[in-house]
């Protein structure tokens, strides 16, 4: 199990760097980590992100989660976009969506000799609102919570903190 949820990761990975590669070139690029729940999965994930300016409210905000589901893996790439409403406080507010690419495995019974694992990518979209606090700083903690419809809809809530 570990082997398979080990080249799954590589795999996002690379997608991602290969995605992310040109514009990281070019744009002035925050790092951030987040974590918080999914609610159909009823687990908790860990996830890193990318921050990158595309316009002067407009942000590229590229990310990986991995969920800690029992019964096999899940992880997501997600490719979102997002518009920072203009406010004159110390936080910030946005709205967002993008395609997300959600890998699922579930494993077979324990007990089961002619079961296989069931693994699938499903395609989605985001849906996302948050809020951010310490605008302007080098560390920005957030609140964030999205929707990824897909086959199988999910919501999630998450914690985030981002360094510049």
Known sequence: MLGRTTSRIARVLAVAAFLLLPGLA???????????LYSDAEAGFIGGE???DVTRAW??????EYVFVDD??????????HY??????????WA?????????STDAPD???????????DLGINLLAGI?????QALRPYLQGKVILSDETEAALAVGIRFH
């Open 26 to 36: 070019q744009a002035e690029v925050d790092f951030g980590v987040r974590g918080g």
């Open 50 to 52: 990318l921050l990158m």
């Open 59 to 64: 942000y590229f905000n590229p990310n990986l």
């Open 72 to 81: 096999g893996d899940l992880s997501t790439l997600n490719l979102d976009f």
């Open 84 to 93: 920072d409403f203009p406010t004159r406080a110390r936080y910030y507010l």
């Open 96 to 104: 967002g969506g993008g395609p997300a690419v959600i890998f699922r």
């Open 111 to 121: 007990f089961c000799r002619n079961c296989d694992d069931d693994s699938e990518t």
């Open 132 to 136: 951010g606090f310490g605008k302007g």
